[in-house]
């Protein structure tokens, strides 16, 4: 995407930025430097207005999704017992907790904002609950509330991101085109949104693209935050980075360590119970 742009940018009227979350890899590091070098410009570092670490310790852990991270912190602050119990039943007993009890209970209209779009996760978390803090939090105070801070401050009328449409993901089907406008100011576009991993690769090839090592040695297929519980590959990750930078992996443990060993149990369950079903049939 950087390449796109800066190709286009004829006039240098682009600044560039990242998020400094206070939890990155050492090769991204590198890279925005090689970045920087090469394409002559300045990629301004924001810093989170909570680093990851310190929204942890505060709020919780992220495990398995935002969504659901989401609503079991809501559920978490009325301390919700994670009983199989009707929606009814549950609202007279949380009343301000309706939108996470919809979740707990499959009410809400679409199917991926249910619990069930989890598979065995709502019995995985009746048989062995929470014990720790779940948030999805870090996300918003390192990330969102940083770039929405960015661009509400600074007189700019176009915000270009890369999402693909090919990723799948939340992110990536909130959109229907790669551009769009908005009542904030300013417009976003989204240069890759219609390529293909195919057409990545073409472009790679042509332009004589070098990607961080985190994709070229540590084997990564995309990065985020370093070793988040949310990605899911995220062992892979945990495995490259104890090879290739042991004190990241010290660090995401001593911050992540519960999230790690919940989502291996709730894997576990999940194993257990679909060979059930199998002996079964």
Not at 12 to 34: M, P, R, S
Not at 235 to 257: C, H, M, Q, S, T
Request: proline content about 4%; overall charge positive.
């Amino acid at each position: 995407m950087l390449d796109i742009v800066w190709r286009c940018d004829k006039d240098n009227k682009v600044e560039y930025v990242w998020f400094d979350t206070g939890l990155e890899y050492q090769a991204t590091k590198d890279h925005l430097k090689y970045l920087e070098n090469k394409y002559g410009i300045k990629i301004i570092p924001y810093k989170a207005i909570k680093p990851i670490p310190t929204t942890c310790r505060q709020y919780g852990q992220p495990f398995l999704s935002k969504h659901v991270s989401e609503m079991i912190r809501r559920l978490q602050r009325y301390n919700f017992k994670f009983k199989d119990k009707c929606f009814e039943e549950l609202y007279k007993e949380y009343p301000k907790c309706k939108s996470a009890l919809e979740w707990w209970c499959n009410l809400k209209k679409s199917p991926a904002f249910n619990i069930k779009q989890n598979k065995w996760l709502k019995e995985f978390l009746i048989e062995s609950p929470p014990t720790f803090a779940i948030s999805n939090l870090c996300c918003k105070y390192a990330k969102k509330d940083v770039a929405h801070k960015l661009l509400k401050e600074n007189d700019y009328d176009l915000q270009i991101v890369g999402v693909r449409k090919a990723e799948g993901g939340v992110r990536a089907t909130a959109y229907k085109s790669c551009f769009d406008e908005n009542g904030s100011g300013y417009d976003n576009y989204r240069p890759l949104f219609w390529y293909k991993d195919s057409d990545k690769q073409e472009y790679d090839e042509h332009y004589e693209i070098v990607h961080s090592k985190c994709y070229t040695e540590y084997g990564f297929k995309r990065t985020g935050c370093a070793c988040c519980p949310f990605g899911r590959e995220c062992e892979d990750e945990l495995k490259a980075v104890n090879i290739f930078e042991p004190k990241l992996f010290k660090a995401v443990n001593n911050i992540f360590g519960d999230s790690y060993e919940y989502t291996r149990k709730y894997r576990e369950f999940y194993k257990e119970k679909e060979e059930e079903l199998k002996s079964k049939k």
